[in-house]
């Protein structure tokens, strides 16, 4: 089997799980991480006998990686991914793509004029809980999907959140472009359907920065299936769960469990198989589609169309209405997978 070299540019909080994926991962080397915290970079590319650097396209140019993961903040997206693809690198982007879907139609044009793989980091699909949940939907073992809830409440802005998260211009907004971006994947890929409608009330109490703390969203998807989500960063609160309402019975996915409506009307554990950890999981498939040796836009294209869900749910917050989702293209290239 083909090895790679690889090479992750940013150094932070979720950087250190990539770092220790592709070093477990045998076909893969990572040769090299870039930062620019001089500090940081040393004590992670230190650890896996990587190469530091501070400017990553002198890393590229340096150690010609095949595969590049992006861990940057979210302003940083954009500019990163196309330098990456201009440079002949195949990238892991993280979630989300980028600020905005029209910033990810720039990435998307680059992939394909330099012929890369451009991957979007939606874990979601890599949790068994959620893989199971996504089967029962296909098989239609619990009659037609109607309805989806998803949960997700979790202090925003303790003091150990980077501050660009919080800085609009940076991030793009709060809760909802960086976990509701979770929220809308997992609603689009369990459905295989696209959201084309939304509407969102935000607040914005939080303590620290401009961004919201709470998002509430109202959706319809392609499939007719309606979905809410509801988010929220605020103080002593907790929640990580999703329900799936079907017409012969109900699926509760909550953390990495899945649980099914029973005859008595109670929950039963699904058991789930051995679980690959979702990262390793993740980096597999992105090797999948390099050994391929072509140019692959289907994650992003898909990326793109949750970036344009975030973008309508802040739209309807603005305007008070339900707003359409701006189609890109006929249907979420990935959520069909
Ligand atoms: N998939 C997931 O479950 C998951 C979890 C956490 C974060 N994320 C995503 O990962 C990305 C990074 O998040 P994080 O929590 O690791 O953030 P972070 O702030 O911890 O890390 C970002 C790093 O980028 C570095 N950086 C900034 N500008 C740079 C530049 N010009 N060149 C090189 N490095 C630069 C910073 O110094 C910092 O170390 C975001 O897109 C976030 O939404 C995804």
């Not at 068994?128 to 309805?147: D, M, T, W, Y």
Request: aromatic content about 8%.
């Amino acid at each position: 089997m083909k090895t790679y070299r690889a090479a992750i540019i940013g150094a932070g909080v979720i950087a250190k799980v990539h770092a220790k994926t592709l070093h477990e991962n045998a076909r893969t080397e990572l040769v090299a991480i870039a930062d620019i915290a001089e500090e940081r970079v040393r004590e992670l590319a230190a650890a896996y006998g990587a190469a530091p650097y501070t400017d990553y396209r002198v890393m590229i140019r340096e150690r010609a990686p095949d595969i590049v993961i992006i861990t940057l903040p979210h302003h940083l997206h954009q500019e990163a991914a196309i330098a990456c693809a201009s440079l002949g690198c195949h990238v892991l982007l993280e979630k989300p793509m980028a600020l905005n879907a029209a910033e990810c139609a720039d990435i998307i044009e680059a992939s394909i004029a330099h012929n890369v793989m451009m991957a979007i980091g939606h874990m979601q699909h890599y949790y068994p809980a959620n893989q199971k949940a996504k089967e029962i939907v296909r098989s239609g073992r619990l009659g037609q999907l109607v309805a989806i809830h998803d949960r997700r409440h979790h202090p925003y802005f303790l003091p150990e959140r980077p501050a660009w998260f919080l800085e609009k211009s940076l991030s793009g907004g709060g809760i909802v472009i960086n976990i509701g971006s979770h929220s809308i994947d997992k609603i689009q890929w369990l459905t295989g359907s696209a959201v084309r409608q939304v509407k969102a009330n935000l607040t914005f109490y939080g303590d620290r920065g401009n961004v919201e703390g709470s998002g509430i969203m109202f959706m319809q998807t392609s499939a007719g299936v309606t979905a809410t989500v509801s988010l929220c960063g605020y103080r002593n609160i907790t929640a990580n769960e999703t329900e799936l309402l079907f017409t012969g019975g109900q699926l509760k996915i909550a953390g990495n469990k899945l649980w099914v409506s029973g005859s008595e009307r109670e929950y039963e554990e699904i058991l789930l198989d051995e679980p690959v950890e979702p990262f390793q999981a993740q980096w597999n498939d992105v090797l999948s589609v390099v050994d391929k040796g072509t140019g692959y836009v289907e994650s992003a294209v898909y990326g793109q169309s949750v970036c344009a869900v975030v973008d309508a749910a802040y739209r309807s917050h603005e305007s008070g209405a339900e707003e359409l989702v701006t189609q890109f293209a006929d249907s979420p290239a990935g959520a069909a997978r």
